[in-house]
């Protein structure tokens, strides 16, 4: 990959395999993770205490040092290999049955935890769920996620949206999106499958803009072979892959 992030830069040239790189990348039954290990390895950091992507896991402490939360909220899990990932799912069919793991465990390679840019938040307390941890819309915890979105972060699976996200409500699950579409997400009530739907209607000639200005937000479709991107030559641009067919370019203004 020539590069992901780039400023005052002219031409960006990116494979079918950079569809699987980014914040923005979709994950699920019908999107599974296709990066190698090894890659997604060198990115982490253990910053924030479990295994997470350098920036989300920097972002993620911000994020926590702002709503006063240090001593109240605990950082659970975040990265898992595909290894991790099965017998986590397997453990919990054992133990849990199917009907619980299945609303709350993805099966290897659907799950954002192998992205390294999920993070499973629990309030502290001497005993915490290791799959539910408890994290309430109350006090730090509820602070939190009031705040979430300035730091990059959703939640990724709220209630109300299980039709559209394939999971349970998970309250304790937030995944790095980066800002703004952290803001656009949360502003407007959608999922990232939505997001990500939203957006494909958004190409270079007509992009999206971020009502407070800060951003122009674009769709680019993935070629078969090379995808030659344009750039403009002054401000700082941002491409993630969707995990499906193109590429989310964001330039900050």
């Excluded at 699920?28 to 993770?33: A, D, E, L």
């Excluded at 240090?70 to 919990?92: A, E, K």
């Excluded at 990059?152 to 996200?165: C, D, L, M, N, Q």
Aim: aromatic share 8%; with cysteine.
């Amino acid at each position: 990959m020539a590069t992901m992030t780039a400023a005052l830069l002219n031409r960006v040239i990116l494979t079918r395999a950079d569809l699987a790189h980014g914040s923005l990348i979709l994950i699920n039954r019908k999107h599974p993770f296709r990066r190698e290990e090894a890659a997604v390895q060198a990115e982490l950091s253990r910053e924030a205490g479990p295994l997470l992507n350098r920036e989300c896991a920097a972002q993620l402490l911000r994020l926590i040092a702002a709503c006063r939360g240090r001593r109240t909220l605990l950082p659970v899990d975040g990265y898992r290999t595909h290894d991790q990932q099965q017998t986590l799912y397997l453990g919990s069919l054992r133990s849990n049955g199917s009907a619980y793991t299945e609303r709350y465990v993805a099966l290897p390679d659907c799950s954002e935890h192998q992205t390294g840019l999920a993070a499973d938040m629990a309030k502290r307390e001497p005993r915490i769920d290791p799959i539910c941890p408890f994290f309430p819309d109350s006090g730090r915890c509820g602070a939190f996620r009031r705040l979430a979105a300035d730091y990059g972060f959703i939640e990724r699976y709220p209630a109300g949206k299980e039709s559209i996200t394939g999971v349970a409500h998970e309250p304790w699950h937030f995944r790095y999106v980066g800002v703004p579409h952290a803001h656009m997400m949360a502003d407007n009530d959608l999922t990232l499958e939505e997001y990500l739907q939203l957006l494909t209607g958004f190409r270079e000639g007509r992009p999206l803009h971020t009502p407070d200005g800060s951003a122009l937000i674009y769709y680019v479709e993935a070629s078969e072979d090379e995808t030659w991107l344009e750039l403009p030559s002054s401000g700082r641009c941002r491409i993630s892959g969707d995990n499906s067919g193109g590429f989310i370019v964001t330039i900050l203004l």
